[in-house]
């Protein structure tokens, strides 16, 4: 069992950067993950990471733009999100499961997940 906490989310003008973070209590070597879901849109995954460090990106993530870590000593996992758009306009959820695989894969089986932070991007 796992419980997840967002935080750093909130109004940014373009180009501007933010850091979210995940706080996890419970077990601590779960994969993590980091989703978004646009007004409107369906939620998509962004970036997943092993408590071993291993990382994936999305192949729709902007190389450069999105970089996930993870202190494993804070049980913490963060999102920093570089020269904002306003199409990053989202509400980011972080999630947990057994396997990295499946969080980069298998949205509907990923078993926990944070209330998500909202991120607002004006132009």
């Known amino acids: 069992q796992v419980q997840l906490v967002e935080s750093g989310g909130g109004l940014v003008q373009a180009g501007g950067s933010l850091r979210l973070s995940c706080a996890a209590s419970?077990?601590?070597?779960?994969?993590m993950g980091w989703f978004r879901q646009a007004p409107g849109k369906e939620r998509e995954f962004v970036a997943g990471?092993?408590?071993?460090?291993?990382?994936?990106y999305s192949a729709n993530s902007e190389k450069g733009r999105f970089t996930i870590s993870r202190d494993n000593a804070k049980n913490t996992v963060y999102l920093q999100i570089n020269t904002l758009k306003p199409e990053d306009t989202a509400v980011y959820y972080c999630?947990?499961?057994?396997?990295?695989?499946?969080?980069?894969?298998?949205?509907?089986?990923?078993?926990?997940w944070g209330k998500g932070t909202l991120v607002t991007v004006s132009s």
């Open positions: 990471i092993k408590w071993t460090g291993e990382l994936i």
């Open positions: 419970g077990r601590t070597d779960y994969a």
């Open positions: 999630a947990a499961d057994n396997s990295l695989g499946l969080i980069a894969t298998r949205i509907n089986g990923i078993n926990y």
